[in-house]
């Protein structure tokens, strides 16, 4: 069965730190992966995506993230953290022939200290 | 600008009422969708449809029902609702298929509707 894990449901870094959010597929056919962020009492709104194109994709508000296929990983990160970054992420993914459907993973609350 | 709204942003509702959840978009995406989102669950689709008289079921469609009239719309009904259907619900939608080559599936969010069943 096709799959997302998110490591660590609360991330806590300090302002200026590197942010780390770590998601996990599992997979029998190469997957479309997204994160997607949710600001309180918002919707969810497309960080970056990953569709078979480079491995290394950047996404809005400096975060990137990296297809590592040897690793079934989708890891987020940012450089450096600002107060503004608190907010819940989610993990997706896809797959061809599963059409349109997307598999999420439980999110990751990122706290940002000052 | 295109868009795709929920309504009502809030309701509270009786358990063994019958609540439709409004979803519209003016993206005249063929793909739409209904997810629930609960702490620890991350989102779970609940019913889809992939155009005007589609409808299919997700991993928790039980109590729950959908139709497709048109393009725009895809109303959520929970035919009897019960406290387990307390939840924020978000409607989605996206206009293409995922195909090799990089077309990306791509969904659009509501703002969710957050519905309390007491």
């Known amino acids: 069965a096709q799959s997302v894990t998110q490591l660590g449901s609360h991330v806590s870094v300090s302002e200026g730190a590197l942010v780390l959010l770590r998601c996990n597929y599992s997979?029998?056919?190469?997957?479309?992966l997204f994160w997607y962020v949710q600001y309180p009492n918002q919707g969810l709104q497309l960080l970056l995506k990953?569709?078979?194109?480079?491995?290394l994709v950047k996404g809005i508000n400096g975060f990137e993230a990296e297809f590592k296929k040897s690793e079934t990983s989708f890891h987020l990160t940012k450089p450096s953290a600002h107060m503004s970054d608190a907010a819940e992420y989610f993990c997706?993914?896809?797959?061809?022939?599963?059409?349109?459907?997307?598999?999420f993973g439980q999110g990751t609350t990122l706290q940002v200290k000052p | 600008d295109a868009e795709i709204t929920q309504s009502p942003r809030h309701k509270i509702t009786e358990t063994g009422r019958q609540v439709t959840l409004a979803c519209h978009q003016t993206?005249?995406?063929?793909?739409m969708f209904w997810y629930r989102q609960d702490l620890g669950h991350g989102l779970r689709l609940i019913h889809y449809?992939?155009?005007?008289?589609?409808?299919n079921k997700g991993e928790v469609s039980d109590g729950y029902s959908v139709s497709r009239s048109n393009t725009e719309d895809l109303p959520l009904t929970l035919e009897s609702a019960a406290s387990s259907q307390t939840s924020v619900y978000f409607c989605?939608?996206?206009?293409?298929?995922?195909?090799?080559?990089?077309?990306?599936?791509?969904?659009?969010f509501g703002e969710g509707s957050r519905l309390t069943v007491l």
């Open positions: 997979s029998s056919v190469p997957p479309y």
């Open positions: 989605a939608s996206s206009e293409s298929l995922f195909l090799p080559g990089g077309v990306s599936g791509e969904l659009f």
């Open positions: 990953y569709t078979s194109a480079a491995t």
């Open positions: 993206w005249n995406h063929n793909n």
């Open positions: 997706a993914v896809g797959f061809s022939g599963n059409t349109g459907k997307l598999i």
């Open positions: 449809s992939y155009g005007v008289q589609d409808t």
